[in-house]
């Protein structure tokens, strides 16, 4: 009988060492197969392998779609592309974004629920915000094993934190230790009762693939919100999951409380400089036209466009203030 021997792992911002850590401490030919999610940007190339599987003894690579999965091997997502399991192989999908990232924690989390059970263990290390905790319930409710980063020794510490607030962890652990407990729940046997899967989380893994969805199937796992899907503009569906609550689109774009919020003030934002930019182009435009004016001898003329040139730039001083002041607040907001 098998033990706990798919394991998923999360990370964000702060990962890449921490996973090294993670690795060194496995020992080679290791009876379990990893899988790993690491927010990176989508069209940069990523070193995760290499750095992987020069810090452990694991050999550490990026799958190809449907590629058939091997005990004591690293499965890194490939950038701009979801990690989903399957019995016995991987899918790599350009499914939609979920919590503003593709690759996603909780996709992969879902659907190593779904797939393998009891057998799953969901790790939750380093990052922002809370990417990873509905997946991370999905796997303790399928029956498997939820372990997370000590949020005191994590360098950002929210989605380790999110993971503890929302989910019955079973192991909180600083990095180092990791290793040799996840060793010893290799020799520990699965439970015998398999949990059915809810029927949402199949629908989202689903999602994932890029199943075609329509509205009937939203209802199903959830309801309607007065929110906007930001990246798409269409509707948003509010799923409520324990003390969860998540949002997502008939497209599929998933967002938790907090990416949404931080999507919105992206788009506030850059709706902020691009106001700047239009009241500037108009402080131009006012000062050419009255210096045109004052050529003609249109003194009254000239000085009503000077007026507007003033009045815009002052109300593009009001907006570069809101936006310096709100730009230091995130960043005391990260620790960065």
């Known amino acids: 009988m098998p033990g706990h021997d798919i394991i998923a792992v999360g990370a964000s911002a702060g990962g890449i060492a921490a ?4 690795v060194k401490n496995l020992p080679a030919g290791l009876p379990a197969s990893l899988f790993v999610v690491v927010h990176i940007p989508a069209t940069a190339p990523s070193m995760l392998p290499k750095i992987l599987s020069r810090a452990g003894n694991l050999p550490a690579m990026q799958p190809a779609d449907k590629d058939r999965i091997e005990p004591g091997y690293i499965y890194v997502a490939p950038p701009d592309h979801h990690l989903l399991l399957h019995e016995g192989y991987i899918r790599v999908v350009r499914g939609p974004k979920e919590n503003r990232c593709r690759p996603a924690i909780d996709p992969l989390f879902r659907s190593a629920a779904t797939t393998y059970g009891p057998r799953t263990v969901g790790v939750i290390l380093t990052g922002a915000l809370d990417d990873g905790a509905a997946g991370l319930l999905a796997i ?24 503890i607030e929302n989910v019955n962890v079973d192991a909180v652990l600083p990095v180092e230790e990791m290793g040799a407990h996840l060793v010893r729940l290799l020799h520990e046997p699965v439970p015998d009762k398999i949990e059915p899967v809810p029927a949402g989380t199949l629908l989202e893994v689903e999602i994932a693939e890029m199943k075609d969805i329509d509205q009937e199937i939203l209802d199903q796992l959830g309801s309607p919100s007065h929110f906007a899907c930001p990246t798409c503009h269409g509707i948003l569906w509010e799923l409520k999951d324990g003390g969860l609550i998540r949002y ?9 409380p907090d990416s949404l919020l931080a999507e919105h003030s992206e788009s506030v934002e850059d709706a902020l400089w691009a106001a700047v930019r239009a009241l500037e182009e108009s402080v131009s435009l006012s000062k050419r036209l009255a210096e045109s004016a004052a050529l003609r001898g249109h003194s009254v003329t000239a000085r009503r466009f000077l007026k507007r040139a003033k009045e815009n730039h002052a109300q593009a001083d009001v907006l570069r203030n809101v936006l310096e002041r709100d730009s230091i607040g995130a960043g005391e907001s990260t620790g960065q």
Do not use: N, W
Not at 19 to 22: A, E, F, Q
Not at 249 to 255: L, N
């Open 19 to 22: 996973l090294t850590t993670l």
């Open 140 to 163: 303790k409710r399928a029956g498997g094993i939820a372990i997370v980063q000590d949020p005191e020794e994590a360098p950002y510490p929210s989605m380790p934190i999110s993971a």
């Open 248 to 256: 997502r689109c008939r497209i599929g774009h998933a967002f938790s």
